[in-house]
C-alpha cells in the first residue's frame, strides 16, 4: 500500500514568470466583485451552476474486490455547501479538472482502513482523492488563492466532483513557473507521492548501488516505473514484472529496464524460471540482490525463489492483497517464509513517511529531474467524471501504464502557451528555474473524509 500521506504538499515560490492570461481575469472573486451590482452583492451565482458527484453506493463484500455497482454518479447542488448564498468565508469554489487514481485508495472501501492517516469512504458520500482544479470563486478570508489559480489537493481529500466548494487551508496553489516547467499533472506523479515513495524507497530503504540486480514488480505502475528509473540511476540491472508484453515491450524499450518479464500468463513455478533465465542474461549472475514489491501474493513467493542469500525485499504495496481481509503487510507462504530465514533474506514494509524530514530536498530534486526529462512518466488518461469508476476498477486490475488519471474539464485555453513555452525552453534554463521554484514542501499524516 502506497503508505503516504501529506497535507499541503506543494508549497511553491511565487515566481511570476508572465501575466494572468485573460481566461483567468474572468473569473469571479467576491474580493474583486464587491462594487458590482446586481446578484453578487447578494449571492455568488457560480454557485447555481449544475454539477455532478462520485458517491460510494455500496461497499464490496470483504475479501471481494470494488466493482463498478459500489460507485453512483448523481447531480450536486452546490448551493448545500453555501453560506447565504454564498462561498463560505476561508473557501474556495473549484472546478475540477483532474484526478487521481491510486491502488492505496482501496483500503478506504472498507469499514476500517488499517491505517491512521485515511478514513474510510462513507455510503452516499463523494469519492476522494487527490487532484488539481481552478479556482472560480474565492470566499472571504482567502488571500493566496485568487480566482483562475490552478490549486492542488496531493493526497486524499478532493471530492470527486465536477465543481465543489472547498476548504482553502487544504489546497496548495500551483505556481505559473510549474505550469512552465511541466504539465501539471506531474504534480500527482514525479513531483508528488508517486515520486517521494520511489526516490525514498529505492535510495533509503534499498540503499540501491551499482552492485545491485533489481527486481521491480509492479514496474509499470506510477511508482514502479519511478522506482525503475531511480534503480536504474544507481547503475543496477533493473528486471521489471509487469502483466503483458506490451508494457514488457515499454519498460526494456522505453523506460531503460533490463529486462521484463510478464506473470499474467505464468504459473509461480514458470514465473520463478523466466525470472531466472532473465537475472542470468542482464547480470550474469544466478540470483537477485533486492526486490522492490509493489504486488505480493504469487508473484511475490515466485520472486523470492530468486533472491540471493543477505537479499532484501522493499514492501512498497500489495495490490493483489488488497481485496483480502488479512492484516498489512500479508504473511508470505510457509515455504518462501523458510527460504527468507535459510538465506537470511530482509523483508520490511516501508513508510515514506518516515522521511518526511527530507520531502523538501526531495520534491526540488524530482522536479528538476521531471523539468529536464530525465525522470519519465507515463500517464493513462480516462475521460469524463462520470468514467472515474471505470478508471479506478482498470488500474486495480493492471489495465493502466504508468500513472492512472482522470480528466474531468478540458484544459484552459492558456494550456497550449505554457505547452508551447515548455517544448522551446533550453534544457538549461529548465534546470535553473527548476532549482528556484519549489521552495518548500510540507507533508503531514491527515485523516480528513
Not at 531503460?256 to 549472475?285: F, N, P, Q, R, W
Amino acid at each position: 500500500m502506497l503508505q503516504t500521506a501529506c497535507r499541503r504538499g506543494f508549497a511553491v515560490a511565487s515566481v511570476k514568470c508572465f501575466p494572468i492570461p485573460q481566461w483567468r481575469r474572468g473569473c469571479s472573486s467576491r474580493n474583486h466583485d464587491r462594487d458590482r451590482a446586481g446578484a453578487y452583492e447578494n449571492s455568488d451565482p457560480e454557485l447555481d451552476i449544475p454539477a455532478s458527484e462520485i458517491v460510494l453506493a455500496s461497499k464490496p463484500a470483504p475479501g471481494s474486490p470494488v466493482t463498478l455497482d459500489n460507485f453512483a454518479h448523481q447531480s450536486y447542488n452546490l448551493q448545500n455547501d453555501a453560506v447565504q448564498g454564498r462561498v463560505p468565508p476561508g473557501h474556495v469554489l473549484v472546478k475540477t479538472m483532474w484526478l487521481s487514481v491510486d491502488p492505496f485508495m482501496r483500503c478506504r472501501f472498507n469499514d476500517d482502513t488499517g491505517v491512521d492517516y485515511t478514513a474510510p469512504y462513507t455510503v452516499g458520500k463523494p469519492i476522494k482523492s487527490a487532484g488539481i482544479g481552478y479556482v472560480q470563486v474565492s470566499g472571504d478570508d482567502v488571500d493566496d488563492l485568487k480566482p483562475g489559480s490552478f490549486v492542488i489537493d496531493p493526497f486524499d481529500g478532493w471530492p470527486w466532483r465536477s465543481d465543489a466548494v472547498l476548504d482553502a487551508t487544504q489546497l496548495t496553489p500551483i505556481t505559473q513557473a510549474i505550469e512552465t516547467l511541466m504539465p501539471v499533472t506531474q504534480l500527482l506523479s514525479n513531483v508528488g507521492l508517486s515520486g517521494l515513495t520511489a526516490l525514498h524507497g529505492i535510495r533509503d530503504a534499498g540503499q540501491v548501488s551499482a552492485s545491485d540486480t533489481v527486481i521491480v514488480s509492479g514496474a509499470a505502475g506510477s511508482v514502479g516505473l519511478l522506482a525503475s528509473q531511480f534503480a536504474l540511476r544507481a547503475g543496477a540491472t533493473v528486471i521489471g514484472i509487469c502483466g503483458t508484453p506490451e508494457k514488457a515491450k515499454a519498460l526494456t524499450n522505453e523506460v531503460g529496464c533490463h529486462a521484463a518479464v510478464t506473470y499474467k500468463d505464468k504459473s509461480e513455478a514458470e514465473l520463478a524460471s523466466a525470472l531466472a533465465v532473465a537475472i542470468l542474461e542482464t547480470s550474469g549472475k544466478n540470483q537477485a540482490t533486492l526486490y522492490f514489491d509493489n504486488v505480493g501474493g504469487v508473484v511475490s513467493e515466485a520472486v523470492v525463489n530468486r533472491l540471493a542469500p543477505h537479499g532484501k525485499i522493499v514492501i512498497c504495496g500489495q495490490i493483489s492483497m488488497y481485496d483480502s481481509d488479512e492484516d498489512y503487510p500479508p504473511p508470505m507462504s510457509p515455504t518462501a517464509q523458510s527460504l527468507l530465514a535459510q538465506r537470511n533474506i530482509s523483508r520490511e514494509r516501508f513508510l515514506v513517511l518516515d522521511h518526511a524530514s527530507e520531502f523538501s530536498s526531495s520534491l526540488a530534486e524530482l522536479c528538476q529531474l521531471t523539468a529536464t526529462g530525465a525522470l519519465q512518466q507515463h500517464e493513462t488518461i480516462t475521460a469524463g467524471l462520470t468514467q472515474a469508476p471505470d478508471a479506478f476498477v482498470g488500474m486495480m486490475s493492471g489495465q493502466n501504464f504508468g500513472k492512472a488519471l482522470v480528466k474531468c474539464a478540458d484544459p484552459p485555453p492558456s494550456a497550449q502557451m505554457y505547452a508551447f513555452l515548455r517544448s522551446v525552453l533550453p534544457t538549461a534554463i529548465r534546470r535553473r528555474l527548476s532549482t528556484i521554484t519549489i521552495s518548500e514542501a510540507s507533508f503531514a499524516p491527515n485523516s480528513r473524509t
